[in-house]
């Protein structure tokens, strides 16, 4: 059980760790971490999902309740989440960044790693759904609101703009192909896979390292705000993951999966909305930072659990 545990663990805390030592001894900088970020999610990552998702079984792509689950635990934590900052802090920026913070888990720098090292390369699948439901649906509704705050266009207006732009992302578009051959139950030439495949593999790594340098640049400033985001989303998340999956009947591997993914530390990319929004930067960071670091006992309870047959 310890091996089951650590084994996952250890190897992403030891290269998070590199990339925090080169940011604070100066080998790399932020400016590299933006050119490092762009390269996983604009090449790396985008063709291990397109080679992910072709290889996934047709069947497996159309379970809708699945799916479902998954949007209710990611997207109800957002809204959560925002409504607990809006009676708190009475401010619709701040508060919808709160809800970014607590709702978007970082599947894309550690769930890949992790649940690779665990479940080996089928755990793309649950990866790739969270991140759509994430980037075509949470993403969008941010910029909505935070445009709606500052009163400069029209919300539904910022909602297409934003679901135009995130559409164009390769981030989106290639796993999108890659579910399409699926669906026509195309597959790829074994040179064109071991391709991407090649490419793909340097994903784990990379993002790991990467998020390190990330990390090394935050600034920590405790508050009970920050206490309050680390209890939404270490805790409370993965708790209402659970509950969408059991309440719509799925059990299993890729249930356990995505309430796996749920109990990961925020993504990085509320830090970078919160920048440019001018508020909740010390707040966001803060608790990026922090529930990266506790994730490493607390992602180990949720294994723990899992393996005693949650959502079994």
């Known amino acids: ?54 290889n996934t079984p047709r069947a497996q792509l159309l379970d809708f309740k699945y799916i479902f ?11 959560l989440a925002l409504g607990i900052g809006w009676l708190r802090l009475r401010d619709l920026k701040a508060a919808t960044l709160k809800g970014l913070v607590n709702g978007f888990p970082d599947a ?15 755990s793309i699948y649950s990866v790739l759904v969270l991140n759509l439901v994430a980037t075509l649906i949470m993403i969008p509704l941010t910029i909505t609101l935070l445009t709606i705050a500052d009163g400069k266009d029209s919300g539904i207006q910022a909602f297409v703009s934003s679901l135009s732009t995130a559409v164009r992302r390769p981030l989106v578009w290639a796993p999108a192909l890659g579910i399409l051959l699926s669906m026509l139950e195309f597959k790829l030439p074994a040179v064109v896979a071991e391709s991407f495949n090649l490419l793909g593999k340097a994903t784990p790594g990379v993002s790991l390292f990467c998020l390190g340098l990330i990390m090394s640049t935050d600034t920590l400033k405790m508050s009970g705000e920050v206490w309050t985001n680390l209890g939404l989303k270490l805790f409370v998340q993965p708790a209402l ?21 749920s109990a990961l530390p925020s993504a990085t990319i ?37 393996d005693g047959g949650l959502a079994a």
């Open 1 to 54: 059980m310890l091996d089951r545990i650590v084994g996952p663990l250890l190897p992403v805390a030891c290269v998070i760790l590199l990339g925090f030592i080169a940011g604070k001894r100066g080998k790399l900088t932020h400016s590299d971490s933006l050119l490092i970020s762009r390269l996983v999610l604009g090449w790396i990552m985008p063709a291990l999902l397109f080679v992910g998702m072709a």
């Open 69 to 79: 689950a998954t949007v209710i635990g990611i997207i109800g934590m957002f809204l």
């Open 108 to 122: 894309a720098f550690m769930g890949i790693p992790i649940l690779g090292a665990m479940y080996g390369p089928q």
């Open 241 to 261: 993951m659970f509950g969408a999956m059991v309440v719509l009947g799925r059990h299993g591997l890729f249930a356990q999966q995505m309430i796996l993914l």
């Open 270 to 306: 509320p830090a970078m909305f919160a920048n440019q929004a001018g508020v909740y930067q010390s707040e966001a960071a803060t608790s990026i930072l922090i529930s990266t670091v506790l994730s490493i006992v607390t992602f180990s309870a949720a294994i723990y659990l899992i």
